[in-house]
């Protein structure tokens, strides 16, 4: 059974109410309501238009299973080995929760049901409902899940319908180069997940010390997201411990990382020895108006001849001008 508390009411106004499930989807207490997809007990959020993409044509997940055949022989690769290696990144343990974004057709889902070794919950989400419809037909009933609850939805993983913190470990492995925006991507994923939880993120993107190859060229040619960046400037401030790994022939980037609760700390107050003296704090916060250069560079002279940091002896004339200010004023 689904926790009462994980699906979020995703309309403005309702400041994330929990959703309650009745029989034909669920409903917030302001009464908005998220139904079903026909046939099933997955709820949609937003979904992406049928037959608009090769993820929303009925026979979506038979494309799918061929396109990974064709990655795996063409990178002469092992797909149990690939997906079991990533998922040992997020170090899941027995009990957890776990979140996979773009999570297909499911062929992640044994793979991160062995990381929970029989025990926990995994919450799988899409946009196209026709790909996450077949997961939740080929996995739903898996024996091999035991005592870990499967729950699929339908929704846009730049906007989740989950609140803060509530996973242990949140994954995506081979669509976040489709996302319209990846920054809210990744945010999303990275807000969902408790501090000192895990992300792990991979797609296509052929490395860039090979695109220029022959090589990285035919790849490129052959599909455009190989050209792919790998989204480094895009992870959170709350991210440590990055890892990035180049999988399959160095035409996939992984990027795997623990969530923090801001952005690393310093000590800003370490004083820098040397001419120009000052630390972090002073020269970022403490920076003066424009003087005339002439005198800036008598001052330096003069720092420089007196034995003084440029801060230091800065300061001290400051001091002493508004020390004899105030006496005469
Ligand atoms: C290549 S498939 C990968 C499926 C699965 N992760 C796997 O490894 O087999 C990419 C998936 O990303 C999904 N996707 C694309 N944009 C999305 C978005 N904004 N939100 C959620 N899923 C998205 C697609 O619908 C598709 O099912
Ligand atoms: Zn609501």
Known sequence: MTDPLAYRCLELGCG?????????????????????APGSTVPVFARQRHDVN???RDDAAIIHDNALRWVFATFADDETALRTRLVARLRLAAGQRVL??????????PFLIRGLAGRGEIYAQDIAEEMILTGWRRHRADPAAGGVALHFSVSDAADLPFPDGYFDAAYHFGGINLFPDVGMGIAEMTRVVRVGGSVLIGDEGVAPWLRGTEFGKMLICNNPLYAADLPLALLPAAARSVQLSWELSNCFY???YSVAAGPPSVDIDIPHVGT???????RYFGQLEGVNPDLRDRVYAQAQRVGMSRVDYLESLIRAGLASASTTD
């Not at 994330?16 to 079903?36: D, K, M, N, Y």
């Not at 120009?276 to 002073?282: A, D, K, L, Y």
């Open 16 to 36: 994330g109410a929990p959703l309650i499930a009745g029989s034909e989807g669920l409903s917030c207490p302001r009464g908005h309501r998220v139904a079903f």
């Open 54 to 56: 090769e993820y929303t």
């Open 100 to 109: 996979v974004t773009g999570a297909g057709a499911g062929n992640d889902l």
């Open 254 to 256: 992984v990027i795997a």
């Open 276 to 282: 120009r003296g000052g630390s972090i704090r002073t």
